[in-house]
């Protein structure tokens, strides 16, 4: 197959000020894949990425955003046998130095050294270009070949999936039997309650202020939801637990007020998982944790193989990515689906785009 | 209610020779229950109890044999509160002494006072009375309610579950996509089976010699099943993981063949669980092991809530009972009932008897 | 030996007023031993108990306060054999009911039926009775027997060592070749720079406002040390570590300053410990530790054998008590104790009540 | 610096068959450096190689042998920003591909594309040039400083410290106050007892045939030896732990009856880890393993920092390279090196060339 040697790409070229843009398909270089891009999702971090910066970003007019990406394996750069070119793929974002501390020791998303292309770290969408355009290249260690049951669309989302899963993998992952308080109906915590759920959790109870969202997440599985708005989460969740709190509590929203409820809801002895962007300070009874022997665990981004564990979770039906996927647009559209996403207008989850 | 002062109760007398006989009802002590055994299941190690005898067994003529049972609560020792007159509950065997470095570290299947009924440790059926009787106490930490759906029988195998899910356990447990292979379709392969897919495993891959047994395995979630008289299970399993092996195996044969197929069909850096009896010493290629850098776990009964955490699997429906209790009998045909389990006659699985 | 029937005790009457009573000598019970109290120091918790109160805290007028004592063994309970009449021994505070899911866990300091005493809970000190008395009962599973060449002072610590160790342990324990830094020189965090570097970590880095107990530090194997009135903590954390900050943050100062300290100091995927009490909401910088996937353990008391665990690295001549032992007072003057302590007067750390 | 062309290195040709052979100078590539070697130790693991050849071992006639060396950075490649010309450095074995399951989860010792050079594995001395030779190039993944304190010849016993104190993390690695057997006082049992004291390990137990080698684990810190040829060393192993087994076993020698040592002395509850090669099958009474609830863990080679962690605790004085470094012989005298070696002349047990 003959590949253009041109393509269309959604560069950033100032706050919230992004265009497409016709740029030149790159190429893969050792151990790398071009992607013929089929979906990509907006994400949260999408929002900051346009709107305020993250670390690490490339400069403006060159940067092609865009990260959560599935596709079709059209080139491959030297020395992949992974991969072969007409695979269905999808992505993850995180490819570590392989050199550093962390990466040694299996922590990629934390790199040392984030952002040094140099010296082989890449996060695609991030620090390095993205995939809302005709195609992206990646590293074999990023990608991941799609189950057939799995559209390009759901596959897009196995970088929330992986996250959440991530998340209950840091507090040790044995959650058979156990309550689960979700604090937080967006993305991470409806997928969140779908992964609790598929590991054996026994009573799942998510929170949140709005009813379709609550609703949303009792067809996908959760047990209980609660309207922090219409009742004192702290107080239900100790009622549906018959007054020993929840086992683990995973905190989806970054707010004060949810940080303080997983303080409070969570069981001596019980732990807490913190998934969600906390951008200001918060003012927190810590003391409970102590009191109550709770660990706080965090995460950053999905690790430990959780996008391959999500996509077979996806592909035995265990987990939806549907539900959640309720928007698309073309790559043309892309400032409409950015807008459809941040204002959630029409009960927007996520939103895809088809480049 | 009235309770009687007497009941039956099936005594070993001597091997292989146990017989109804009246005694008298035990009177629960403190934080202990007396429940009025509904259902009481034969295990493999009943079978070692009553032939060969085991650790700590009490004397000919006195002990009560029997472990696996669920009944009604219908009394109360002083101190107890969590349970009432009424409540359907199962049992677990092991209450550990609580003073000994393994039980104040979790680990009362390991109890240093094993058998020291002094010292607090019981092992109902096994060092203390059990449950082929009308009526049997328990201390409370070894007790459990019993979810409205699901039968007296249906909870006698809680044991059995806990045991398999406490194999996953102590590798971690968050086996969430991971490929396992089951070597051996017992009650406890074939609950293991159930557990690995409920916990989210991709790809089960059970092995055995008896197609029924396979058969059912595949009935039960078994993605693949191998028949290892046919074909060979290393072989078959590396194929069926793209040449990669079993991420995790869990051996539920005491066979030398089981555990050497075990080496040879784990992941590099993969693990091993051991859940089986090996009653011999056997001859093993240990130093795949090291090249391969595969840890071997090992368990004894039923730890970490893992019968609890069954419990609650066996509630949602993802872990079956029915398919396993192929037979049952009044107390009276105790003897039939282990003749049955024994010879495996007419494809016995699980034999539950009704006191 | 003929016991005395009646003895001396620091009764609690009222908030800040506790008087030398006579009282009865307690009777060890099943599986307890009766101590006559040589030494007991005075802790935090003491100066909370006698001034605020603590959950479970017995009546006034009833209550024998003190909770760091060691002496020797005067009399067995029934079913004792661990120990015998004449042991050197010491006690750390916590006996689990043994019937909770915490305590089935290995989790005994959170137990689920903390200061229910029906239910075989114990506290001495907190929940019952203590040791500013001539004698006091301990279950054996409290209490470990003292090396030779440990004096009943020094032993009176292992409660603090063993909450130092047990900060590392929820961390994950291994620590060699780890920076360290250890934020708050009080007794606890003194016991954790020895601790630290007992367990071969590489760059221990102690931070306070003192200088004198910095030094202290500083003999007791601080290779670093920070007067945080003078310099910068995150800024010379982060010079001593080559700019990537300290593998592990014990936080040993329950202040807002000292977590967002650890929170900026620690290396991205490095851990944090919380080994202080926290009495009111700190305001923090969360956002942190999601950023750089840093954990948040936490502890209360001492728990998975750090006690004797401590006694051994003691033993070994690893750790030391006696540079923390500043004062020691004979019973009669505990009045006296707990003010040179409450006001740390003449560089007070541990102060040792000798009954 | 001007940098020669060429070099002497010993290439092997057959087996037991190699010889000083100038070749090229080897080039420094993208994120490696070049090491003057200054000192190169000989392991088991190269009389392996040189007599019956391993995994993935590169033609006759071309290969480079030697893998545990220390030297001089006398060049860099490009993108290195971790060294410098003229850091003083020392080497371990495995870079992992970064790509693999395993290299991501952090397990490169058992990297998925071992001895595929095209996709980035090398394993100096195994499967790429090593360093008994005058130069040798390395990823920067596998260099660490040298401390100024430690000599380039104590500096190539990182690998074996390092192997010790990984066989202790695969366990949890929190050993302070546990009562441990080594088993096999070869160079990675004297290593392993030297990092189990300096971990805070209670009671260090050392078993052998050899007194002189016991002799100096004494010395090395070992508070127990036991020659097996004089004593039953699980009878004394039990002795001196008052009947309770030993916590931890590290099997140091491949044997069949140091496994079933192992398993005999090990305590209910407690682990044994294998480090040693295991040649041939091994008959062994695994059963127990199941009773007592013994997990078995393995290691290959030196994951998880601990050759990093080792260079921390030799600088520390903790552990000691000079007493196993019994011998030294020039480039030249490479053969007798090996003979010396291989027949444990003259009590040798570490043997450094210095080319």
Chains 1, 2, 3, 4 share one sequence.
Not at 36 to 62: L, N
Not at 153 to 163: N, P, R, S, V, W
Not at 179 to 195: D, E, R
């Amino acid at each position: 197959m003959e590949l253009p040697k041109k393509m269309r790409a959604a560069v950033l070229y100032d706050w919230n000020d992004f265009r497409l843009t016709e740029v030149d398909v790159p190429e893969p270089q050792d151990s790398e894949v071009l992607i013929k891009v089929e979906s990509c999702s907006i994400c949260a971090g999408d929002v900051k990425i346009i709107t305020r910066g993250m670390m690490g970003q490339p400069p403006m007019g060159e940067f092609i955003i865009g990260h959560e990406y599935a596709g079709t394996v059209v080139k491959l750069g030297p020395n992949v046998e992974e991969f072969a070119v007409g695979d269905r793929v999808t992505v993850e974002v995180h490819k570590g130095c392989g050199r550093c501390k962390n990466c040694l020791d299996g922590k990629v998303t934390v790199c040392l050294n984030y952002g040094n292309t140099a010296k082989g770290h890449r996060a695609n969408g991030f620090t390095t270009n993205g995939g809302f355009a005709d195609y992206a290249v990646n590293h074999v260690n990023t990608v991941s070949k799609i189950p057939d049951n799995i559209s390009f669309d759901e596959a897009t989302i196995i970088t929330t999936a992986g996250t959440s899963l991530f998340g209950i993998e840091r507090m040790g992952g044995f959650i058979a039997g156990e309550n689960v308080a979700v604090l937080g109906p967006g993305s991470i915590g409806l997928m969140a309650v779908q992964c609790a759920k598929a590991l054996g959790a026994a009573n799942v109870m998510l929170t949140g202020t709005r009813d379709e969202r609550l609703e949303l997440g009792k067809e996908l599985g959760a047990d209980n939801t609660i309207n922090v708005k219409k009742e004192d989460p702290v107080k239900k969740i100790q009622e549906l637990t018959g007054g020993i709190g929840a086992d683990l509590v995973l905190v989806t929203s970054g707010s004060e007020a949810a940080f303080n409820q997983a303080l409070k809801a969570v069981r001596k002895g019980g732990d807490i998982t913190l998934l969600a962007h906390f951008d200001d300070p918060v003012k927190v009874e810590i003391g409970l944790a102590i009191q109550k022997m709770n660990n706080i665990y965090t995460i950053r981004g999905e690790g430990r193989q959780c996008t391959h564990r999500s996509l077979e979770l996806m592909a035995e039906g265990k987990i939806q990515a549907k539900p959640l996927l309720t928007h698309s647009f073309p790559l043309e559209q892309l400032r409409e689906g950015f807008d459809v996403f941040m204002e959630r207008r029409d009960g927007a989850i996520k939103v895809v785009i088809h480049p």
